[in-house]
């Protein structure tokens, strides 16, 4: 069992930046990938980012020049720098650990963004 604890959080003005930090209660190093995924009022989840267990990451279009995602495996820690932000980035940000025989969730972080 791993737990995960979002962090990081905040308001924000547009054009600001944030850092989330997901801190497992776990090892990470076992994890296929570390994603980042958010959800904003009446939508559905959606990933912003991921990295594999390799380093390689992928992010999603509406992230891409302004996301960074990063690990320590040293500290169990994954990271989202957010530069940029923007308005319609306001949603609450979960940390996910995939793993080979689970996904297990963090409980979110609150990012707001205002004009």
């Known amino acids: 069992q791993v737990q995960l604890v979002e962090s990081g959080g905040g308001l924000v003005q547009s054009g600001g930046s944030l850092r989330l930090s997901c801190a497992a209660s776990?090892?990470?190093?076992?994890?296929?990938?570390m994603d980042w995924y958010r959800q904003a009022p009446g939508k559905q989840r959606e990933l912003v980012a991921t990295i594999t267990s390799g380093g390689s990451t992928v992010y999603a279009d509406f992230v891409k020049g302004r996301f960074t995602i990063s690990r320590d495996n040293a500290k169990n820690t994954v990271y989202l720098q957010m530069n940029s932000l923007e308005p319609e980035d306001t949603a609450v940000y979960y940390c996910?650990?995939?793993?080979?025989?689970?996904?297990?969730w963090g409980q979110g972080t609150q990012v707001t963004v205002s004009s």
């Open positions: 996910k650990a995939a793993a080979r025989w689970a996904d297990y």
């Open positions: 776990g090892s990470i190093f076992w994890m296929k990938t």
